[in-house]
């Protein structure tokens, strides 16, 4: 006879560790943001919309006291429930990276230095 084994789903993944030195989700979202800047300047594009686009579900999922990760598809209709402000940006924003990310779309310094700018007035 065969048996089927039980394979357990993985526990999700807390945003934040309970055991590290607290710092406030705006300022681990700007350390992030900066290594995001440092990937482009340093010509990894598709990397720094990569980090971009984590810092931004990273915010988010933070700001609506969600408590795992969420992929940019995962987050976005939370966004809606929430009634967040700029949500029509921030989804742009989320597509965008995702597009780049997965090679779908061809990156512009423009539009990275338009989201990091757009986004860097929403963790002030």
Not at 15 to 20: A, F, I, M, P
Not at 46 to 74: D, P, W
Not at 96 to 119: A, P
Request: with cysteine; proline share 2%.
């Amino acid at each position: 006879l065969l048996r089927k084994t039980r394979v357990s789903k993985p526990e999700p993944k807390l945003l934040v560790e309970t055991n590290s030195v607290s710092i406030s989700i705006e300022q681990k979202a700007k350390e992030m943001l900066h290594s995001s800047t440092d990937l482009f300047e340093n010509n990894f594009h598709k990397e720094a919309f990569e980090k971009l686009g984590q810092t931004i579900r990273f915010y988010y999922c933070n700001k609506l006291n969600l408590s795992v990760q969420m992929t940019s598809f995962e987050i976005i209709p939370e966004l809606r429930k929430s009634k967040i402000d700029d949500f029509e940006s921030i989804t742009k924003w989320l597509l965008l990276c995702g597009s780049v990310e997965f090679i779908k779309h061809q990156s512009h310094k423009t539009e990275f230095d338009n989201i990091v700018s757009s986004f860097s007035k929403h963790i002030s």
